[in-house]
T-cell receptor, first 115, second 119 residues
């Protein structure tokens, strides 16, 4: 089965360091979503792309977070500088547009701990 | 505004019992989509089912079944003869036209229901 691939699976780093999380969407999918999951806030949508173009990143703290899609096979989410409150599980999901609202398929997530 | 409510925070059942997870949604659109996802202890989110607002037929897949009732804005999920492997957090999600940009649908997720199936 095709899967969304996220790297790294786990990341522990110190406050102030840059963090980059990567996502390889399912081949042929043209939409990519970044989510953050915490106990307090649940699943929050941070940003999403269609055909590599950002559609909405209003869920992201703009001063420190950035999301890009350098090409159709790679999406990145960067945090610089990182803070302890960024500790969470970050999920990438991919899907397709068109009639029928096809489901989003999620990667395994990146568990981020900022010390 | 759209909203998904999963009022059951946690449910514990003994293996082989049937269990129903509730999902109540709010939307003003006539066209919308509902989803269920499973998040096992390993952490990944697994897609289970999608239902559009024009299809009110209930669906059964093995031990899983879904009851969609527009009259009560509910999309409940039942596991029959539960097993320990069903232990997970289950999320209900909604997507509608108001959440759409350029043909791309955003989801609103519920807060999830943690199901514990005891051996």
């Amino acid at each position: 089965d095709a899967r969304v691939t996220q790297t790294p699976r786990h990341k522990v780093t110190e406050m102030g360091q840059e963090v980059t999380m990567r996502c390889q969407p399912i081949l042929g999918h043209n939409t990519v979503f970044w989510y953050r999951q915490t106990m307090m806030q649940g699943l929050e949508l941070l940003a999403y792309f269609r055909n590599r173009a950002p559609l909405d990143d209003s869920g992201m703290p703009k001063d420190r977070f950035s999301a890009e899609m350098p090409d159709a096979t790679l999406a990145t989410l960067k945090i610089q500088p990182s803070e302890p409150r960024d500790s969470a599980v970050y999920f990438c999901a991919s899907g397709t547009t068109g009639v029928g609202n096809q489901p989003q398929h999620f990667g395994d997530g990146t568990r981020l701990s900022i010390l | 505004a759209q909203k998904v409510t999963q009022a059951q925070t946690e449910i514990s059942v003994v293996e082989k019992e049937d269990v129903t997870l509730d999902c109540v949604y709010e939307t003003r659109d006539t066209t919308y989509y509902l989803f269920w996802y499973k998040q096992p202890p390993s952490g990944e989110l697994v897609f289970l089912i999608r239902r559009n607002s024009f299809d009110e037929q209930n669906e059964i897949s093995g031990r899983y079944s879904w009851n969609f009732q527009k009259s009560t804005s509910s999309f409940n999920f039942t596991i029959t003869a539960s097993q320990v492997v069903d232990s997970a957090v289950y999320f209900c999600a909604l997507s509608d036209a108001a959440l759409t940009t350029s043909g791309t649908y955003k989801y609103i997720f519920g807060t999830g229901t943690r199901l514990k199936v005891l051996a």
